[in-house]
Protein backbone atom coordinates (compact mmCIF):
# COMPACT_ATOMS: atom_id res chain seq x y z
CA UNK A 1 0.00 0.00 0.00
CA UNK A 2 1.47 3.29 -1.39
CA UNK A 3 2.27 5.60 2.48
CA UNK A 4 0.99 9.02 2.62
CA UNK A 5 2.60 11.91 2.83
CA UNK A 6 4.49 12.26 6.19
CA UNK A 7 2.62 15.61 7.63
CA UNK A 8 4.90 15.72 10.45
CA UNK A 9 8.04 17.02 9.33
CA UNK A 10 9.94 18.63 6.30
CA UNK A 11 9.07 16.05 2.91
CA UNK A 12 11.80 15.44 0.39
CA UNK A 13 8.76 17.65 -1.41
CA UNK A 14 9.45 20.78 0.79
CA UNK A 15 12.76 20.25 0.50
CA UNK A 16 13.11 20.53 -2.97
CA UNK A 17 10.93 23.81 -2.24
CA UNK A 18 13.33 25.06 0.33
CA UNK A 19 16.37 24.61 -1.57
CA UNK A 20 14.35 26.41 -4.67
CA UNK A 21 13.74 29.33 -2.74
CA UNK A 22 16.89 29.84 -1.04
CA UNK A 23 18.87 29.66 -4.26
CA UNK A 24 16.70 32.26 -5.91
CA UNK A 25 17.13 34.37 -2.88
CA UNK A 26 20.69 34.06 -3.50
CA UNK A 27 20.71 34.75 -6.95
CA UNK A 28 18.18 38.34 -6.54
CA UNK A 29 20.35 38.81 -3.75
CA UNK A 30 23.78 38.87 -6.01
CA UNK A 31 21.98 40.70 -8.86
CA UNK A 32 20.91 43.38 -6.36
CA UNK A 33 24.33 43.79 -5.05
CA UNK A 34 25.57 44.61 -8.46
CA UNK A 35 23.57 47.17 -9.02
CA UNK A 36 24.81 48.49 -5.42
CA UNK A 37 28.71 48.44 -6.27
CA UNK A 38 29.47 51.87 -4.63
CA UNK A 39 27.22 51.76 -1.83
CA UNK A 40 29.27 50.09 0.82
CA UNK A 41 26.87 50.03 3.52
CA UNK A 42 23.96 48.69 0.95
CA UNK A 43 26.03 45.88 0.30
CA UNK A 44 26.77 44.88 3.96
CA UNK A 45 23.59 45.18 4.85
CA UNK A 46 22.39 42.96 2.07
CA UNK A 47 24.92 40.52 2.57
CA UNK A 48 24.09 39.94 6.26
CA UNK A 49 20.40 39.53 5.39
CA UNK A 50 21.52 37.06 2.97
CA UNK A 51 24.10 34.79 5.00
CA UNK A 52 21.48 34.89 8.23
CA UNK A 53 18.35 33.47 6.01
CA UNK A 54 20.81 30.58 4.57
CA UNK A 55 22.40 30.36 7.78
CA UNK A 56 18.62 29.56 9.26
CA UNK A 57 16.89 27.93 5.95
CA UNK A 58 20.20 25.35 6.11
CA UNK A 59 20.21 24.60 9.69
CA UNK A 60 15.95 23.74 9.22
CA UNK A 61 17.23 21.51 5.98
CA UNK A 62 19.94 19.65 7.56
CA UNK A 63 17.76 18.74 11.11
CA UNK A 64 14.99 17.53 8.38
CA UNK A 65 17.39 15.42 6.14
CA UNK A 66 18.56 13.91 9.37
CA UNK A 67 15.44 13.20 10.59
CA UNK A 68 15.11 15.54 13.22
CA UNK A 69 12.45 17.98 14.23
CA UNK A 70 14.60 20.51 14.68
CA UNK A 71 14.08 24.32 16.03
CA UNK A 72 9.82 25.02 15.58
CA UNK A 73 9.87 27.59 13.04
CA UNK A 74 9.49 31.10 14.81
CA UNK A 75 6.14 31.40 16.12
CA UNK A 76 4.91 33.63 19.01
CA UNK A 77 5.11 31.87 22.85
CA UNK A 78 0.87 31.90 22.64
CA UNK A 79 0.84 30.04 19.52
CA UNK A 80 0.19 32.56 17.12
CA UNK A 81 1.17 31.55 13.85
CA UNK A 82 1.29 34.83 12.18
CA UNK A 83 5.13 35.22 12.19
CA UNK A 84 5.38 31.81 10.97
CA UNK A 85 3.50 32.84 7.69
CA UNK A 86 5.05 36.13 6.80
CA UNK A 87 8.16 34.46 7.31
CA UNK A 88 7.09 32.20 4.40
CA UNK A 89 5.71 35.17 2.38
CA UNK A 90 8.76 36.94 2.48
CA UNK A 91 10.75 34.27 1.67
CA UNK A 92 8.78 33.50 -1.77
CA UNK A 93 8.37 37.39 -2.33
CA UNK A 94 12.13 37.52 -2.11
CA UNK A 95 12.44 34.48 -4.50
CA UNK A 96 10.46 35.76 -7.08
CA UNK A 97 7.82 33.59 -6.95
CA UNK A 98 5.48 36.52 -5.54
CA UNK A 99 5.15 39.65 -7.18
CA UNK A 100 5.16 42.88 -6.09
CA UNK A 101 1.97 44.75 -6.58
CA UNK A 102 0.02 41.66 -7.83
CA UNK A 103 0.92 39.74 -3.79
CA UNK A 104 -1.65 40.39 -1.10
CA UNK A 105 -1.65 39.05 2.47
CA UNK A 106 -4.06 40.43 5.45
CA UNK A 107 -3.85 38.26 8.38
CA UNK A 108 -5.75 38.59 11.25
CA UNK A 109 -3.64 39.51 14.52
CA UNK A 110 -2.99 37.23 16.72
CA UNK A 111 -3.27 34.63 14.31
CA UNK A 112 -4.33 31.55 16.75
CA UNK A 113 -5.21 28.26 15.43
CA UNK A 114 -3.95 24.98 17.03
CA UNK A 115 -1.65 22.22 15.49
CA UNK A 116 1.73 21.63 15.17
CA UNK A 117 3.79 24.48 13.50
CA UNK A 118 5.56 21.91 11.17
CA UNK A 119 2.93 20.83 9.62
CA UNK A 120 1.21 24.32 9.18
CA UNK A 121 4.83 25.02 7.35
CA UNK A 122 4.22 22.61 5.30
CA UNK A 123 0.57 23.55 4.44
CA UNK A 124 1.15 26.88 4.12
CA UNK A 125 4.56 26.50 1.73
CA UNK A 126 2.74 24.17 -0.64
CA UNK A 127 -0.21 26.21 -0.74
CA UNK A 128 1.65 29.06 -1.78
CA UNK A 129 3.94 26.84 -4.30
CA UNK A 130 0.71 25.29 -6.18
CA UNK A 131 -0.72 29.30 -6.44
CA UNK A 132 2.30 30.90 -7.72
CA UNK A 133 3.15 27.98 -10.38
CA UNK A 134 -1.05 28.74 -11.66
CA UNK A 135 -0.36 32.18 -11.40
CA UNK A 136 3.80 32.79 -12.22
CA UNK A 137 2.43 36.92 -12.75
CA UNK A 138 0.02 36.89 -9.99
CA UNK A 139 -1.84 37.92 -8.51
CA UNK A 140 -1.90 35.76 -5.48
CA UNK A 141 -3.63 36.73 -2.02
CA UNK A 142 -2.93 35.11 1.52
CA UNK A 143 -5.91 35.71 3.75
CA UNK A 144 -6.47 33.92 7.43
CA UNK A 145 -8.31 35.12 10.58
CA UNK A 146 -9.22 32.53 13.23
CA UNK A 147 -11.98 30.73 11.58
CA UNK A 148 -10.75 30.32 7.95
CA UNK A 149 -6.75 30.54 5.96
CA UNK A 150 -7.83 31.00 2.01
CA UNK A 151 -5.09 31.07 -0.76
CA UNK A 152 -6.53 32.48 -3.93
CA UNK A 153 -4.72 32.87 -7.21
CA UNK A 154 -5.64 34.06 -10.94
CA UNK A 155 -3.93 32.08 -13.87
CA UNK A 156 -5.42 28.98 -15.32
CA UNK A 157 -8.36 27.28 -14.00
CA UNK A 158 -7.49 24.33 -12.61
CA UNK A 159 -7.96 20.25 -14.34
CA UNK A 160 -10.73 18.74 -13.45
CA UNK A 161 -9.04 16.31 -11.85
CA UNK A 162 -7.30 18.19 -9.32
CA UNK A 163 -11.25 19.63 -8.37
CA UNK A 164 -12.45 15.95 -8.21
CA UNK A 165 -9.27 15.55 -5.87
CA UNK A 166 -9.94 17.81 -3.58
CA UNK A 167 -13.61 17.11 -3.65
CA UNK A 168 -12.66 13.72 -2.31
CA UNK A 169 -10.04 14.53 0.05
CA UNK A 170 -7.93 11.59 -1.88
CA UNK A 171 -4.96 13.08 -3.89
CA UNK A 172 -3.73 11.39 -7.56
CA UNK A 173 -0.57 9.56 -7.45
CA UNK A 174 3.00 10.98 -7.54
CA UNK A 175 4.56 10.88 -10.84
CA UNK A 176 7.72 9.13 -11.18
CA UNK A 177 10.07 12.14 -11.54
CA UNK A 178 8.57 13.15 -7.25
CA UNK A 179 6.87 15.42 -8.81
CA UNK A 180 2.84 16.41 -7.96
CA UNK A 181 2.87 15.39 -4.31
CA UNK A 182 2.14 19.08 -3.09
CA UNK A 183 -1.73 18.22 -3.39
CA UNK A 184 -1.27 15.16 -0.86
CA UNK A 185 0.73 16.93 1.36
CA UNK A 186 -1.93 19.69 1.93
CA UNK A 187 -4.17 17.11 2.07
CA UNK A 188 -2.47 15.15 4.26
CA UNK A 189 -1.66 18.28 6.59
CA UNK A 190 -4.94 19.76 6.32
CA UNK A 191 -6.35 15.91 7.93
CA UNK A 192 -3.55 16.04 10.36
CA UNK A 193 -4.36 19.74 11.57
CA UNK A 194 -8.45 18.98 11.42
CA UNK A 195 -9.29 21.45 8.67
CA UNK A 196 -11.85 21.24 6.53
CA UNK A 197 -10.68 22.03 2.51
CA UNK A 198 -13.19 23.90 0.01
CA UNK A 199 -12.37 24.62 -3.13
CA UNK A 200 -13.92 27.87 -5.14
CA UNK A 201 -13.55 28.40 -8.94
CA UNK A 202 -14.98 31.90 -9.99
CA UNK A 203 -14.31 33.31 -13.39
CA UNK A 204 -10.33 34.38 -13.59
CA UNK A 205 -9.69 33.65 -9.53
CA UNK A 206 -9.32 29.90 -8.16
CA UNK A 207 -9.30 29.46 -3.97
CA UNK A 208 -8.74 27.04 -1.50
CA UNK A 209 -10.24 27.80 1.75
CA UNK A 210 -9.69 25.89 5.00
CA UNK A 211 -11.94 25.79 8.01
CA UNK A 212 -11.53 24.81 11.60
CA UNK A 213 -14.03 21.27 11.14
CA UNK A 214 -15.87 21.69 14.11
CA UNK A 215 -17.88 18.55 14.38
CA UNK A 216 -21.82 19.49 14.30
CA UNK A 217 -21.02 23.47 14.22
CA UNK A 218 -23.44 25.33 11.43
CA UNK A 219 -21.68 27.34 9.39
CA UNK A 220 -22.58 31.39 9.47
CA UNK A 221 -21.16 34.31 7.08
CA UNK A 222 -20.19 37.53 9.20
CA UNK A 223 -20.16 40.29 7.09
CA UNK A 224 -19.66 43.75 8.50
CA UNK A 225 -16.76 46.30 7.46
CA UNK A 226 -16.34 47.87 11.26
CA UNK A 227 -13.30 46.18 12.01
CA UNK A 228 -14.00 46.38 16.19
CA UNK A 229 -17.47 44.65 15.79
CA UNK A 230 -16.98 42.10 12.92
CA UNK A 231 -14.24 41.05 15.81
CA UNK A 232 -16.60 41.23 18.98
CA UNK A 233 -19.94 39.48 17.07
CA UNK A 234 -17.42 36.96 15.77
CA UNK A 235 -15.99 35.83 18.48
CA UNK A 236 -19.09 36.18 20.60
CA UNK A 237 -20.80 34.29 17.89
CA UNK A 238 -17.95 31.13 17.97
CA UNK A 239 -17.77 31.17 21.52
CA UNK A 240 -21.92 30.20 21.04
CA UNK A 241 -20.72 26.69 19.03
CA UNK A 242 -20.59 28.42 15.44
CA UNK A 243 -18.45 28.01 12.84
CA UNK A 244 -17.96 31.76 11.71
CA UNK A 245 -16.24 33.09 8.43
CA UNK A 246 -16.25 36.62 8.77
CA UNK A 247 -15.54 39.18 5.81
CA UNK A 248 -15.43 43.11 5.73
CA UNK A 249 -16.77 43.78 2.21
CA UNK A 250 -19.61 41.56 0.09
CA UNK A 251 -18.36 42.64 -3.09
CA UNK A 252 -16.15 39.30 -3.49
CA UNK A 253 -18.69 36.99 -1.42
CA UNK A 254 -20.59 35.11 -4.81
CA UNK A 255 -23.81 33.26 -3.12
CA UNK A 256 -23.21 29.68 -2.78
CA UNK A 257 -26.24 27.46 -2.21
CA UNK A 258 -25.56 25.10 0.71
CA UNK A 259 -22.18 26.62 1.97
CA UNK A 260 -24.00 28.10 5.05
CA UNK A 261 -26.73 27.83 7.49
CA UNK A 262 -26.86 31.76 7.94
CA UNK A 263 -25.56 34.69 6.78
CA UNK A 264 -25.50 38.25 8.93
CA UNK A 265 -24.57 41.02 6.98
CA UNK A 266 -24.41 44.70 7.94
CA UNK A 267 -26.96 47.33 6.27
CA UNK A 268 -24.51 50.05 5.41
CA UNK A 269 -21.80 47.90 3.32
CA UNK A 270 -19.46 49.63 1.22
CA UNK A 271 -20.77 48.81 -2.80
CA UNK A 272 -23.10 46.30 -1.95
CA UNK A 273 -25.16 47.18 0.79
CA UNK A 274 -26.05 44.31 2.99
CA UNK A 275 -30.01 44.14 2.29
CA UNK A 276 -28.57 43.01 -1.42
CA UNK A 277 -26.03 40.90 -0.06
CA UNK A 278 -28.63 38.79 1.84
CA UNK A 279 -31.27 38.86 -1.10
CA UNK A 280 -28.81 37.14 -3.29
CA UNK A 281 -28.23 34.92 -1.01
CA UNK A 282 -31.45 33.88 -0.28
CA UNK A 283 -32.40 33.62 -4.22
CA UNK A 284 -29.40 31.17 -4.32
CA UNK A 285 -30.56 29.34 -1.03
CA UNK A 286 -34.38 29.60 0.00
CA UNK A 287 -33.42 27.70 3.44
CA UNK A 288 -30.63 29.60 4.59
CA UNK A 289 -31.94 32.31 7.60
CA UNK A 290 -30.80 36.30 7.00
CA UNK A 291 -30.39 38.63 9.31
CA UNK A 292 -29.63 42.40 8.43
CA UNK A 293 -27.77 44.20 11.14
CA UNK A 294 -28.32 48.28 11.16
CA UNK A 295 -27.38 51.12 13.44
CA UNK A 296 -30.81 52.98 12.08
CA UNK A 297 -34.02 51.88 13.86
CA UNK A 298 -36.36 53.28 10.71
CA UNK A 299 -34.88 50.54 8.66
CA UNK A 300 -36.99 47.84 10.98
CA UNK A 301 -39.98 49.57 9.58
CA UNK A 302 -38.86 49.03 5.82
CA UNK A 303 -39.84 45.82 3.80
CA UNK A 304 -36.61 43.83 3.25
CA UNK A 305 -36.92 41.27 0.20
CA UNK A 306 -34.67 37.88 1.52
CA UNK A 307 -35.01 39.39 5.55
CA UNK A 308 -35.56 36.88 8.04
CA UNK A 309 -34.94 40.06 10.71
CA UNK A 310 -33.50 43.16 10.80
CA UNK A 311 -31.47 44.12 14.21
CA UNK A 312 -30.46 47.13 15.87
CA UNK A 313 -26.86 46.67 16.43
CA UNK A 314 -25.16 44.54 18.17
CA UNK A 315 -28.84 42.64 19.16
CA UNK A 316 -26.87 39.82 20.49
CA UNK A 317 -29.46 38.36 22.33
CA UNK A 318 -32.02 38.33 19.53
CA UNK A 319 -29.63 37.69 17.59
CA UNK A 320 -28.76 34.04 19.33
CA UNK A 321 -32.65 33.30 19.79
CA UNK A 322 -32.72 33.72 16.00
CA UNK A 323 -29.59 31.20 14.83
CA UNK A 324 -30.44 28.51 17.75
CA UNK A 325 -32.37 26.32 15.74
CA UNK A 326 -29.65 26.02 13.81
CA UNK A 327 -27.41 24.13 16.36
CA UNK A 328 -29.17 21.17 15.95
CA UNK A 329 -28.49 20.95 12.33
CA UNK A 330 -24.61 21.79 11.88
CA UNK A 331 -23.95 22.63 8.50
Known amino acids: MEQPPDATGLHAHDLRHYLSLLACDLRLTRERLAETAEDAPARATALAGLLARLDAGLAELDASLRGHRGPAPVTAPDGDLAPLVERLWRSFLRAGRLRPGKAALHLARPLLW ?8 SLVMNLLE ?3 KAAPDGPVRLEADGERL ?3 NGGAPPAEALLRALADGVAPPARAD ?9 LA ?12 LEPGRFTLNLFRAVAGAPSLLLVEDDED ?20 DAAELAP ?3 RYRAVVADLNLPGTGGGALLAAWRAADPGLVTVLLTGDSEAQERDWPGVDAVLIKPGLGRLLELL ?8
Open 256 to 258: AAG
Open 114 to 121: PGDPKQWQ
Open 178 to 186: GHGQGLGLI
Open 229 to 248: LRAMLAEYLRAEGFRVEASA
Open 130 to 132: NAC
Open 150 to 152: SVS
Open 189 to 200: AASALHLRVEPA
Open 324 to 331: APLKGDGR
